[in-house]
């Protein structure tokens, strides 16, 4: 056996002592939060709407470069006012990435972070008293030209959106985070596949590092929420051909076996849902291989509020997976939970009125037991 051999093998081991080491540490604290778990609580009958929306980008600068236009901002003021015309209003807005065409814009006469500009359009919400919660995407990260992620725009990021939680690992704050309803009925999460600690090339799909991952596991051990949705502003399963990397399946198998309701996502400029289920495949492939999926996560790809909509082609069959992508055709979601149930109603529409045009249930009767498990299991 080679020296590279025993490099491979001795990795291997390292990494599966890790995964025994946080399926036996993170069992012991789901057990512990069960305890004092029982029928009849607040959980079971609390009410909570919120919506859902990514990619407000537009596609240019403007000439001469201005922050707002960066924003597709006809488009998300329809979408906003909208919002406020909902009844009951939401109690929040999660927004998945992408807000603007640069994070950052620098030329001869002019620079400027886009994030204020944003916000700005957004005031009409937040003065509502809707509370807005933001998720990192790649164009944050761009300054004037794509191609590569500036850490400066990071560290930007975190200090305009100092109202996101501040729960998250270190370093990492106000990019991952966590929060629960008043009630407790539900565990919202937000994980950052961009994570930066120094200038890098840019990796469209990014990845969910360690940290991240067992950060997540540790928020799953010690809720008893009967609900729990992600927010991530990459899909794990594309409908358009490209496909994330195999941190991604890691996650998604901590979802699968921890009873997630929901994956929600943008990035794809396009809408679309479809439930995870046992007809599924884990991709990319692992070895040993992961077995199918098991309990019908849903991915929610929710994917423009005004960025430029992406005409295809598409590589799943768009009616199992409820693919809508028309021109000038831009979302936003409802999500309404009401004890054991979570409907979602999605959108559509352009710079006038929206209607409905897709909804669905997930039922869950009961906080979710199942073993707590990691890639690996």
């Not at 057990?31 to 029928?39: E, F, K, L």
């Not at 492939?285 to 929610?300: C, F, I, M």
């Given at each position: 056996m080679n020296p590279a051999e025993n490099k491979i093998i001795l990795k291997r081991l390292k990494i599966r002592q890790y995964i025994l080491f946080m399926i036996v540490a993170l069992y012991a604290a789901i057990?512990?939060?069960?305890?004092?778990?029982?029928?009849?609580?607040s959980r079971d009958a609390e009410t909570l709407r919120f919506v859902f929306l990514a990619d407000s980008r537009s596609d240019t600068h403007g000439s001469p470069p201005a922050?707002?236009?960066m924003i597709n901002t006809p488009v998300l003021k329809a979408i906003n006012a909208q919002i406020l015309a909902l009844s009951p209003r939401p109690e929040f807005v999660i927004f998945g990435g992408d807000m603007a065409y640069r994070g950052h814009y620098q030329d001869s006469s002019t620079s400027f972070y886009s994030f204020q500009a944003w916000k700005d359009v957004m005031a009409p919400l937040t003065n509502a008293g809707i509370a807005l919660y933001t998720i990192m995407g790649n164009h944050e990260l761009y300054d004037t030209h794509a191609g590569k992620f500036i850490l400066a725009n990071q560290t930007e990021f975190q200090s305009v959106w100092s109202g996101n939680p501040n729960n998250g690992p270190a370093g990492y704050e106000r990019l991952v985070y966590s929060f629960t309803s008043p009630g407790g009925s539900a565990l919202f999460a937000v994980l950052d596949p961009y994570y930066l600690i120094a200038d890098v090339d840019d990796t469209l799909s990014g990845s969910i590092d360690a940290v991240q991952l067992y950060w997540l596991a540790t928020q799953v051990a010690q809720t008893r929420a009967t609900h729990k949705f992600l927010f991530v502003h990459v899909p794990h399963y594309s409908v358009t051909g490209s496909s994330s990397n195999s941190t991604y399946t890691n996650l998604w198998s901590l979802l699968d076996n921890n009873g997630f309701d929901i994956y929600f996502c943008g990035h794809s400029h396009l809408y679309s849902r479809k439930t995870i289920d046992s007809s599924i495949l884990p991709?990319?492939?692992?070895?040993?291989?992961?077995?199918?999926?098991?309990?019908?996560?849903?991915?929610?790809l929710n994917g423009t509020c005004g960025a430029p909509v992406e005409p295809g082609p598409i590589t799943v069959d768009p009616t199992l997976w409820h693919v809508s992508n028309a021109p000038d055709t831009y979302y936003f979601s409802v999500v309404d939970i009401k004890g054991g149930a979570v409907t979602v109603t999605s959108y559509r529409g352009s710079t006038g009125s929206y209607s409905a045009f897709d909804t669905f249930t997930v039922q869950k009767n009961a906080p979710y037991r199942g073993d707590l498990l990691l890639p690996g299991r």
């Open positions: 057990v512990m939060s069960c305890s004092n778990d029982g029928p009849g609580s922050p707002v236009d991709l990319p492939q692992t070895y040993p291989p992961l077995p199918a999926w098991k309990n019908n996560v849903v991915q929610l």
